[in-house]
């Protein structure tokens, strides 16, 4: 029963409906939202069949302009790599000790190196490469297996004690648990050793035998001096850092059953401009040589 | 309406108040007009166009490893030039001290004289009125525009509807160029946007530009004085009643009359107002109101319905100023039989005044007294400090050096407030060199190792200074941080 009629009040035609005397006017969707509407119904139809849109049992619709979120990943990461390309080809050619000389270059292996050391390097030595008791500090001044950017290369290339045909290899002898040394006889290196370092040694103890147990057994490797040989990875016993502990009860400890820290070989991991760039990162950390 | 006893002058009703929320846009056909005010615009819109078309290409010679262009926005280097300054983008807060003032010029202008900006300055006036010239110019002035509206489409109208809409076309898209020439080396940019060969973004931009002008110049036109724009509410709200602003003198104009009967009232020797109701005033006006109903929202106060009454009183033998620039307050005085005053020292004004040249001073001084060199610096978060073999503490910074100058400067570091630093510059041999070379209008950043010897007594948290100084014209910089130790 339509039927034309304006509402007095409002002025505003009804639609002819009724109920119970209540008339419902007729204020119809704006013209231009309606069109919007239509049009996003069109776009999500469209969309549906351009894009990847319905999961099938085992796979989905793939859409016919065949996009990817997987394959833009890829491409990113391929133009990535292009990116890098023109640094990265410098950066493996360029001869080790000349890369700090140039700052841009200083610069993109610093970077790149220091991606690498948190994704790699990190889990053991830290992420501000500090270290802890038996993971060397890398921003100090001591180093076991040398300090300088060709030492670093090598010892991030083949690791230590690492299986690799190159890797850094040492023993230190268990000397308490091998029977070599007494008891008494490790308290005394130990405390001869303490002095070394300028720490107070425990009262009583023959310093003297200390130190001729240390001339038979530990110079071959420490030295006379004790000052370490990094040929051998030889720790220097004069200084103050310690990596596995420079109190007493550690270094009988050490000395009873020995130490022997492993590190990977990342030449079989990374490819070699990233180790090139950890060496020059590990390098730059202020403790290089 | 009963007339007022003795032919008494009454303020005419203002604006409808209770007008609907919503109401259709009436076409506005302002007619031409003559005179002092329309003068004025003139020239102004050709000083204000012309620095705005022409600036870009204004040269301005900062040495070999600048760029030439007066004024440049820099975008890929982070670098804005002007004249002989030239901005990094931490100085960023001179823009704070500008829009500091231009606000406050905005309001002393409001204080003095009303809504200047929008009268005279204000690029959608300026862009309308140019628009609004190319209209008239082609279809006629009022009442041929309005009379070609109602008439239908002929090949003569669409061919002048054409010819307006491709020239109005050509001055948004001429605005939108000049835009983009602010962003790059005007000369270049020209002959590459010539040539197809610039890039996208310079496109993209002048084609928004060229619709938003066409649009808001072309077609809203006073709409967006009247919808869009904040100013005239925020005006309305700053406003007082000594400022002067377009004013019907409804003292003199009411009530209104024919010329003859108003000759007929004043040779009885009775008053009778000058307002001859030829609404002159209202087909002048840009945006269509009625001045009489007083100082209202709509009006833009371009004044150029005091050049239109003007030229209408001196036809008819009265004194000009009918509508002029004044205020409410003299009105009543003149009711009064009072000489009117005009005051324009009063509180709002001294304050506005005081604001901007305290901030133009503050931001000269600052700008006069800067130094072209810098240096920033950023501890080692991990770790704090080293320890070292010998016992010395290490701390490591990086340093950014920023050489504001056109020439490669050398720049020597040096630390204090921790005894006997010694500094590594990573990167620079030999170790103990503290020179660094910065490229001009440059930054460089650099690994800084500190150490302090083992005999040094430090806190667990010292203050350490940096100073950069310039080897050869002695600049300093100074930078502060601190120095951990166990």
């Known amino acids: ?289 | 309406m009963v007339p007022p006893p003795m032919n008494m002058p009454v303020k005419p009703p203002v604006a409808a108040l209770d007008a609907p929320l919503y109401e259709a846009a009436k076409k506005n056909y302002p007619q031409s007009v003559h005179g002092r005010f329309r003068t004025v615009k003139w020239v102004l819109m050709a000083v204000f166009l012309g620095i705005y078309y022409l600036l870009p290409f204004v040269r301005w010679d900062r040495g070999p490893n600048s760029p030439s262009q007066a004024v440049l926005v820099d975008l890929p280097n982070r670098r804005f030039y002007f004249f002989f300054i030239e901005l990094w983008p931490q100085e960023v807060y001179y823009f704070t001290g500008l829009l500091v003032i231009a606000a406050m010029v905005l309001f002393l202008m409001n204080a003095v004289a009303g809504r200047v900006w929008c009268g005279y300055a204000c690029p959608q006036t300026v862009w309308t009125d140019l628009f609004y010239a190319v209209e008239r110019w082609i279809e006629g002035d009022r009442r041929e525009r309005m009379k070609k509206a109602k008439e239908g489409l002929t090949a003569r109208r669409v061919g002048e509807l054409a010819l307006k809409h491709s020239i109005w076309l050509v001055i948004a898209w001429w605005t939108g160029g000049a835009w983009v020439l602010y962003f790059a080396d005007a000369p270049t940019l020209v002959k590459d946007l010539a040539t197809f060969q610039a890039p996208m973004v310079a496109y993209a931009a002048i084609g928004i530009l060229t619709f938003t002008t066409y649009t808001l110049a072309g077609h809203m036109r006073e709409q967006v004085c009247i919808y869009m724009c904040p100013w005239p509410r925020i005006q309305a709200a700053l406003t007082d009643e000594w400022a002067l602003n377009v004013t019907y003198r409804y003292d003199r104009g009411e009530p209104r009359t024919s010329i003859k009967k108003a000759a007929d009232l004043r040779a009885l020797g009775q008053k009778a107002g000058d307002c001859v109701d030829c609404l002159q005033c209202v087909a002048v006006c840009p945006t269509g109101v009625d001045i009489r109903h007083g100082a209202q929202l709509g009006c833009i106060q371009c004044g150029l319905c005091i050049d239109a009454c003007d030229a209408v009183m001196a036809k008819v033998g009265r004194p000009t100023g009918l509508i002029a620039y004044d205020n409410d307050v003299n009105i009543e005085r003149r009711l009064a039989g009072e000489a009117p005053i005009y005051r324009f020292v009063r509180a709002r004004t001294i304050i506005y005044t005081g604001v901007i040249a305290l901030v133009g001073a503050v931001m000269l001084y600052t700008l006069s007294t800067r130094t072209l060199i810098d240096i920033n610096v950023l501890h080692d978060r991990n770790p704090l400090f080293v320890a070292l073999s010998d016992g010395s503490i290490r701390n490591a910074y990086t340093i950014r050096f920023l050489n504001k100058r056109s020439d490669l400067r050398t720049l020597e570091l040096t630390a204090s407030g921790v005894p006997i630093p010694t500094l590594h510059v990573i990167g620079e041999e030999p170790a103990s060199r503290t020179i660094v070379a910065v490229g001009p209008d440059q930054t460089r950043e650099v690994r800084v190792l500190v150490t302090v010897p083992p005999a040094a007594r430090i806190e667990k948290s010292n203050a350490i200074t940096f100073t950069v100084r310039d080897v050869d014209s002695g600049d300093t910089a100074t930078v502060g941080d601190h120095f951990f130790g166990p």
Not at chain 1, 150 to 171: F, K, M, P, V
Request: net charge negative; aromatic share 8%.
């Open chain 1, 1 to 289: 029963m339509a039927k034309n009629e304006i509402d007095a009040v409002t002025g505003t035609a009804t639609t002819g409906h009724e109920w119970d005397g209540i008339k419902e006017l007729n204020t119809p969707l704006p013209r231009w939202w309606l069109w919007t509407f239509y049009a996003c119904c069109i776009w999500a139809a469209l969309y549906m069949v351009a894009y990847p849109a319905w999961p099938l049992v085992s796979s989905y619709t793939s859409g016919l302009l065949g996009y990817s979120s997987r394959a833009n990943v890829a491409a990113d990461m391929a133009a990535l790599q292009a990116l890098r390309g023109e640094k990265a080809a410098l950066l493996a050619k360029a001869d080790l000790a000349d890369i700090e000389k140039d700052q841009a270059l200083l610069a993109f292996a610093r970077a790149q190196g220091r991606a690498a050391f948190g994704d790699n390097c990190a889990p053991c030595h830290g992420s501000g490469a500090t270290g802890s008791k038996g993971y060397p500090n890398l921003n100090d001044d001591d180093w076991l297996w040398g300090g300088t950017l060709d030492a670093l290369h090598q010892t991030i290339q083949y690791g230590i004690r690492s299986g690799n045909a190159q890797a850094r290899e040492n023993q230190m002898p268990a000397f308490g648990k091998d029977g070599t040394l007494k008891k008494d006889e490790i308290v005394q290196v130990a405390n001869y050793v303490l002095s070394l370092s300028g720490q107070p040694t425990r009262q009583g103890v023959d310093l003297a035998a200390g130190k001729q147990l240390f001339a038979d057994n530990c110079a071959v490797c420490h030295g006379e001096d004790a000052k370490g040989n990094q040929e051998l990875g030889a720790p220097n016993l004069t200084d103050r850092i310690w990596l596995y502990g420079g109190d007493e009860a550690s270094l009988v400890e050490t000395i009873t059953n020995s130490r022997g820290g492993v590190m990977p070989a990342w030449a079989d991991r990374l490819d070699p401009v990233t180790i090139k760039a950890l060496a020059v990162y590990v390098h730059t950390l202020g403790g290089g040589r």
